[in-house]
């Protein structure tokens, strides 16, 4: 499973709309962007309060992204 797989199956399990879940990479030499799109109504439930479950999504994805010696961030667009 890649680092946009990841995210993306984290996602979907979060929110009421996952058919509406778009997970996009862009790839860069050292860096890798994952740009997250939900439904509006799901943004909440991705963010979570105080920005916690973001958070440990882009705890998650660090960790992940260590193993594979490259750097991830994780962008939620509105």
Excluded: C, F, H, W
Aim: aromatic share 2%; proline share 1%.
């Amino acid at each position: 499973m890649n680092m946009k797989q990841l995210i993306e199956y984290i996602a979907k399990a979060l929110v009421d709309n996952p058919d509406e879940v778009r997970v996009t990479e862009v790839e860069g030499e050292q860096t890798s962007v994952i740009e997250l799109r939900v439904a509006k109504e799901d943004l909440g439930k991705v963010i979570g309060k105080q920005g916690r479950t973001a958070r440990a999504m882009r705890t998650i994805l660090s960790a992940s992204s260590t193993k594979i010696g490259k750097r991830a961030v994780l962008e939620i667009i509105e």
